[in-house]
């Protein structure tokens, strides 16, 4: 078994932790995936191992806290853990786990190619599925995460790759304009 499908096992391990939202986060990774792949095809010298382990722990943080206050730091330590486990080679570790550090440019910026391709295709995964409707509907509840803001900062984060950027502004404009008129039913 490759490093790859081990990586892909711990994560299927790890997602029935999420009950409800298994199949939606499984989803997302699955769309992170295709997307890596079409993004990679134009950048040969990006390491796809170095991809695809990060496509399959760049949420593990998330899965095990349910999101807390940045499942990047999260993510980066369960990932070490699970990567030493494996004995998988140090350096390379090092630019999966900044890939997993890096992927909400948050506290950490993404610096090589693979933690921007990694970035890049988090946030258009997110345009590319119902993720804001579901935030929206959790804002009814009372969450106070706001699913403008989210948009904002994932329609900032397509900046590592301005040509595709391009490709994602009627998704965005779409986007911004359902998340207003969600907001105007007051439904209760």
């Known amino acids: 078994m490759t490093i790859i499908e081990k990586a892909k096992n711990f994560y299927c391990e790890e997602i029935v932790n999420l009950k409800r939202f298994a199949k939606l986060h499984r989803a997302h990774v ?3 995936e295709k997307l890596i792949e079409g993004i990679s095809l134009g950048r040969p010298e990006a390491d796809k191992e170095i991809l695809l382990l990060a496509v399959w722990l760049h949420d593990i943080g998330f ?5 807390g206050d940045d499942h990047a730091i999260t993510g980066e330590i369960i990932a070490r853990e699970w ?4 004995g998988y080679d140090k350096n390379k570790a090092e630019r ?3 890939c997993v550090r890096s992927h909400r440019c948050k ?3 993404p610096e090589t190619l693979e933690a921007k391709i990694i970035a890049f295709a988090d946030s258009a995964s997110h345009m590319t599925q119902g993720i804001y409707i579901d935030m929206l509907k959790e804002e009814r509840e009372g969450s106070t995460y706001d699913p403008l803001q989210k948009l904002e900062r994932d329609w900032r984060d397509l900046s590592f ?3 595709m950027k391009n490709k ?4 965005y404009e779409a ?12 439904i209760k």
């Open 161 to 163: 790759f301005p040509e």
């Open 63 to 67: 899965i095990r806290d349910g999101g």
């Open 30 to 32: 699955e769309e992170l």
């Open 168 to 171: 994602f502004e009627a998704l």
């Open 175 to 186: 986007w911004r304009k359902l998340i207003e008129a969600y907001r105007e039913i007051n």
């Open 96 to 98: 999966v786990l900044h």
């Open 83 to 86: 990567l030493e486990k494996e």
């Open 107 to 109: 506290d950490v910026q």
